[in-house]
């Protein structure tokens, strides 16, 4: 066997491993992407090492050079992968050795792939979410920046609120658009708590069951930011909660995006006609010239569906596994690297068509001034007249089965009926309906105030970490 080409356990091994072996279990393809981690790891381990009397001054400065040397390689592209490379900790390691010699080879004293590879993880992981907050945070910021076009106060744009798809009640836009916030902020905070658990090292448990060495896993946790070192060997290295809770707090986050692509959908198609999409944030059609499609949002709704997935294969994977490591566990990467990647070019790219689109509140308004949008505050009406809501609601019940069936004017109706005074009439105006939605939270320009000063905050206190 060359010696470039070893195997990791080429000691109890006569015969080098089979090439489709390695093509199958390799993880190199795509744990590259950890290649910064391992190196934090291995300098943290490197120092413990030193720090407990395990390496040399020498051996450590030695280590740490190299892996100085190596991230530079790998920020260059020089990095030469090999064959026999089958992970990224794998070819860090070789290359090590390769570069600091007998004392590179003293690195993995004390540590196996086992906790080297989870504690990688984990500081990705940790990383990373953090990146996703900072793009959640974005798309809030633009929910916040079109809710101040739209206007909060009299005269703001409003439009109807459905329920069942059916037009219910107006709102003002600016209530609709935040409503879609307070979601992501959850998410915000969903992924912080994610990272809150998550926040544990790893390393020093070895293989399976910690190390007859002196080593000092609270070193390393300090060194690598984590709040604690590990308290069950077994647990450290077989634990993989963290990438099911993330993958779980990315998936509610692509379903958001999906609820929210699924609305522009509707409201840009012609039917809806609510808003219209910027040129650089829609697509055309190859044949029908005259098409404008939405296609961020489109993909939004349906890279939920591979979101979800890549939770629920990520649990069958997890389910039987007894403890500690198994090999099976190598399958944690590609599901959260396609989660993270995925959810936050979603969020990025619905940031961008949003902020950039514009509204058709003329078209969303006369949708709201639909004269039966107000059956409700005539409902109510009656109510301040001291009359049970179930028998007001039973009168303009029939009220607006009259307009709907025979075509009568609700406002005629009401002008003409015993139960109503004038001042009834006024609730007709147009406006009138949304400008009444005033209590707390509520969907009105008299509520809405306060919820916008209440959106700012959280969206400070969710942020702040
Ligand atoms: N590539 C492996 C993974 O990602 C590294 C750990 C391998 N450990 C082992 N005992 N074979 O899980």
Redesign the pocket.
């Known amino acids: 066997m060359n010696s470039e080409n070893k195997h990791l356990w080429h000691g109890r091994f006569e015969l080098k491993a089979a090439d489709d072996l390695m093509a199958y279990t390799e993880?190199i393809s795509f744990?590259r992407r950890l290649w910064l981690d391992d190196i934090t790891g291995s300098r943290a381990h490197a120092r413990m090492l030193g720090h407990v009397g395990l390496l040399s001054v020498n051996e450590v400065d030695a280590i740490i050079q190299a892996l100085a040397t190596i991230e530079k390689e790998m920020l260059s592209s020089e990095f030469r992968f090999l064959d026999s490379d089958?992970?990224i900790?794998t070819a860090i390691e070789r290359r090590v050795t390769e570069i600091a010699g007998a004392a590179g080879a003293k690195l993995h004293t004390a540590r196996?792939?086992?906790d080297q590879?989870a504690t990688a993880f984990r500081l990705w992981t940790k990383r990373e979410l953090g990146v996703v907050c900072g793009h959640i945070a974005d798309l809030c910021r633009v929910f916040r920046e079109k809710a101040e076009t739209a206007g909060f106060g009299s005269g703001a744009a409003y439009l109807p609120g459905y329920t069942h798809l059916q037009r219910a009640q107006p709102v003002l836009l600016s209530h609709h658009l935040l409503a879609h916030g307070w979601a992501f902020m959850r998410d915000i905070e969903r992924l912080h708590d994610a990272i809150k658990r998550l926040n544990v090292s790893p390393l020093g448990a070895g293989a399976l069951a910690g190390t007859s060495l002196p080593i000092d896993p609270e070193f390393t946790a300090n060194e690598l930011g984590f709040a604690k070192p590990f308290d069950n060997s077994l647990d450290a290295v077989s634990d993989r909660d963290f990438v099911a809770e993330s993958l779980s707090a990315l998936a509610l986050v692509a379903v958001h995006l999906s609820r929210l692509g699924e609305e522009w959908v509707l409201w840009t198609s012609e039917e809806f006609g609510f808003a219209k999409l910027n040129d650089a944030w829609a697509t055309g059609s190859s044949m029908l010239p005259q098409k404008k499609n939405p296609d961020i949002a489109e993909l939004a709704r349906g890279k939920s569906g591979r979101l979800i997935g890549n939770l629920t294969g990520f649990l069958a994977t997890m389910k039987s596994l007894p403890l500690a490591?198994n090999?099976d566990?190598?399958e944690d990467?590609e599901p959260l690297f396609d989660a993270v990647d995925q959810v936050r070019r979603g969020l990025i790219a619905m940031s961008g068509m949003i902020s950039t689109a514009s509204f058709n509140t003329e078209r969303m308004q006369t949708a709201a001034d639909q004269p039966t949008m107000a059956a409700t505050d005539l409902a109510e009406y009656l109510v301040r007249r001291g009359i049970p809501f179930r028998e007001s609601h039973a009168i303009v019940g029939s009220m607006v089965r009259k307009v709907v069936d025979e075509g009568a004017q609700l406002r005629d109706l009401v002008a003409t009926s015993e139960h109503f005074g004038d001042d009834a009439l006024e609730l007709l105006n147009p406006g009138s309906a949304v400008a009444n939605r005033s209590s707390r939270g509520a969907a009105g320009p008299n509520a809405v105030p306060d919820q916008v000063a209440r959106y700012d905050a959280e969206l400070k206190r969710v942020t702040v970490h």
């Open positions: 993880s744990d089958e992970d900790h196996s792939r086992n590879v490591y090999r566990l190598q990467k």
